[in-house]
């Protein structure tokens, strides 16, 4: 376990080409290491030990992933190297070092039919493989012993990166009727605040040490909530005000956009916990779309 203060050595950062990660070493002020495939590699164990071995890191920051929801179906095996088996290596590998492990976990390991915003002791129900191997993974980490701290979230987007925001976007470059779901509801969340988040949680762990109470499951999410519906209009009203032309947007059921996998109907996490322990609150999913679709239609704009 950790001492009350945090030893030297730099913070590692894993799933580095990923929104979260790229956000994470964007903004890391502290000595960090970003790492992904192939030198990091879930697929690959050896690289896991060889990473943590080599960067000797006062903390690790796993958000590395199998995101893919649909394709986990047909990839069993891999989403649950990825999602369960990587992470559960790489949180005895912090347990072993004395180390702490932040990792990121989903609101997909609920079923949604809660029918109000999830606390972090809620029944886990998921919905198919990837929530399902998420889940699993969380339990893997809390099982290793290590001083770990698993922060559930979810909708992630950036102006990097693929995600709902920038898929709207470059639909609306090809047609100007779309059809989006309007039943599930949740919460969008910016990779930049999540990440934001995450390194102040590092902050207050390198200042006062780790306490106890740290350890556990933790939600985090921009605050308020929408429909996938709901989130395309605000996209739009956004891009419109930057001078894209704006599409109409109409609202259907999940009957009428099935996908492989049954996506949770209304998955709204309650951010409380975080904010009692570590007083963070995340700023609000229209604020947050402000600034990330203004800034992905800016970096169009110059390619």
């Not at 306490?211 to 996938?228: C, K, L, Q, V």
């Not at 419109?240 to 996506?263: D, L, N």
């Amino acid at each position: 376990m950790v001492h009350d203060v945090m030893r030297d050595g730099p913070i590692l950062i894993t799933g580095a080409t990923g929104q979260l990660g790229m956000a994470l070493a964007a903004q890391a002020t502290m000595p960090h290491r970003a790492v992904g495939r192939p030198d990091f590699d879930f697929d690959s164990p050896e690289t896991i030990a060889r990473c943590v071995a080599e960067t000797a890191p006062s903390l690790v920051i796993n958000a590395a992933a199998w995101t893919a929801v649909d394709a986990a179906e047909q990839n069993v095996a891999a989403a649950y190297r990825a999602n369960r088996d990587g992470p559960a290596q790489l949180a005895r590998l912090c347990r072993d070092s004395g180390i702490p492990l932040i990792h990121v976990s989903t609101d997909y390991v609920f079923d949604g039919e809660k029918g109000a915003p999830y606390l972090e002791s809620d029944p886990v129900a998921p919905l198919g493989v990837y929530g399902a191997s998420k889940e699993a993974g969380e339990r893997a980490v809390i099982e290793s012993g290590a001083d770990a701290i698993i922060l559930r979230t979810a909708w992630v987007f950036s102006a990097r990166g693929k995600n709902f925001a920038r898929t709207m976007i470059n639909a609306s470059r090809k047609t100007n009727n779309l059809r989006v779901v309007g039943d599930q509801r949740g919460t969008p969340t910016a990779a930049e605040d999540l990440a934001a988040a995450i390194l102040a949680i590092v902050g207050a762990i390198r200042s006062q040490g780790w306490r106890p109470e740290y350890r556990g499951i933790f939600h985090a999410t921009n605050t308020g909530d929408t429909t996938w519906h709901g989130f395309a209009e605000v996209i739009f009203d956004i891009a419109a005000k930057c001078g894209a032309a704006r599409p109409t947007v109409t609202a259907i059921t999940t009957a009428e956009w099935p996908t492989p996998v049954k996506r949770p109907a209304d998955s709204r996490l309650d951010g409380g916990k975080l904010a009692a322990i570590f007083g963070l609150r995340l700023p609000d999913w229209h604020d947050a779309t402000t600034r990330i679709v203004t800034a992905m239609l800016e970096a169009d704009a110059h390619t």
